[in-house]
């Protein structure tokens, strides 16, 4: 079946401008987080979602990052007044249920900040 | 101090050879433990979990110490196609509601292996 999958892959932005980033879990998938990549280092958690409650926004790095699952399926991160700092691949993961089931990782959009 | 620490590499190895990764994590009520790997500009994808007793599969074996809260992974016979970077990573649970959590990774390790 499908995996989980992203858009845009990649995305330039000027900075200050907003961006939004997209994924689609693996249907069926309760559970769907957001983690973000820096180059060399390795994935970074920014939120968690269960269905439409985002439990977890801990690690979302200012008020600019922003992220919504409204109808438990598809979500959306976004990101206003982009700086260059926010240049990194964000990769959304989703797993079946609130267990302990393996995380299955979309192929991250790349985004970069002039 | 991260919470998942690796030696970030690069491992250089012939092919054939074995080599071992290590990786220390802090946080002692740590609940579930990973390989994941990572070509390169690709997505992290489960290589295997890891437990305490241990557990194989086929050329990759991988060990957990919780007293020490160390994990390894080992890889025998190294094949060219086993160059990527290896990730380790930990899944701490939430407290209050016994459920799993975010994952926390490492920096991973690379490794290249040659002909």
């Known amino acids: 079946g499908a995996g989980v999958s992203q858009s845009p892959r990649y995305k330039v932005a000027k900075r200050g401008q907003d961006v939004a980033l997209r994924c689609d879990p693996i249907s069926g998938h309760v559970s769907l987080f957001w983690y973000q990549q820096a180059l060399g280092q390795g994935p970074e958690f920014l939120t968690y979602f269960q269905n439409e409650a985002q439990l977890d926004k801990s690690g979302l790095p200012s008020d600019r990052f922003f992220a919504e699952r409204p109808e438990g399926s598809v979500s959306t991160l976004k990101i206003q007044r982009t700086q260059q700092e926010d240049s990194a691949v964000y990769l959304c993961a989703s797993s079946l249920a609130q267990g302990w089931e393996t995380q299955y990782f979309g192929p991250g959009t790349r985004l970069l900040v002039l | 101090r991260k919470e998942v620490e690796q030696d970030p590499g690069p491992f250089n190895v012939p092919e054939g050879a074995t080599v071992a990764f290590n990786c220390t994590y802090s946080?002692?009520?740590?609940?579930?433990f990973f390989w994941y790997r990572q070509d390169c500009r690709k997505e992290p994808k489960l290589l295997m979990s890891v437990y305490s007793s241990g557990n194989e599969d086929g050329r990759f074996t991988a060990q957990l110490n919780r007293a020490s809260q160390y994990i390894s992974l080992l890889i025998r016979d190294s094949k060219l196609s086993d160059s990527a970077t290896y990730l380790c990573v930990v899944n701490e649970g939430y407290l209050n509601t016994g459920t799993a959590s975010k994952l926390t990774f490492g920096t991973g390790t690379r490794l290249q292996v040659t002909l």
């Open positions: 946080n002692s009520a740590s609940q579930s």
